[in-house]
């Protein structure tokens, strides 16, 4: 995995790429390569003001970085806000349960969601979201989207 690291990073932090775009977009390289991903996006929060913010996104025009929006309580807001655990939905029913979005979400071919929390000193500061066809995230490819949580921590503190 280091080495994944240094053939993705490494590259995105030299040559005058713009910071931190090239970092995000890094991260949605190691993310496809570790678990796959149709849709990906980084979510930062701010949980003093109960919002979150798109910071960066795949698929612009379907999900674009803007503004914030308010957070809600949930079983969602509950296991990945408070629990700091990932979310996984491998339904769209179940994504239907906790995202009013997910007729969007089914339109761009993504029936499976996992949210993986990125905690820095105890505070979750954001969330790497990863959706894909149904059934994708596999036991092993939530665990293997935990390794994503400390270039997602660098990526949200930059």
């Known amino acids: 995995m280091s080495e994944q690291l240094d053939d993705i990073f490494i590259p995105a932090m030299q040559n005058g790429c713009e910071q931190p775009a090239g970092m995000f977009h890094a991260l949605h390289k190691l993310a496809d390569q570790a678990v796959g991903v149709k849709l990906f996006t980084i979510t930062a929060y701010d949980l003093e003001k109960g919002v979150s913010e798109r910071r960066y996104t795949n698929m612009p025009d379907a999900y674009p970085v ?12 509950t296991i990945v806000l408070e629990q700091h655990e990932t979310f996984v939905a491998n339904t769209i029913s179940e994504i239907a349960e906790v995202f009013n979005d997910h007729a969007l979400i089914h339109s761009l071919g993504c029936a499976s969601v996992i949210n993986v929390p990125v905690i820095v000193g105890g ?36």
């Not at 954001?126 to 939530?142: K, Q």
């Open 66 to 77: 803007s503004g914030t929006k308010p957070l809600s309580p949930g079983k969602w807001s």
């Open 123 to 158: 505070r979750n500061i954001g969330s790497i979201n990863c959706l894909h066809e149904a059934g994708h995230y596999t036991p092993s490819r939530v665990q293997a989207a935990q390794f994503l949580k400390i270039p997602g921590a660098v990526c949200l503190l930059s």
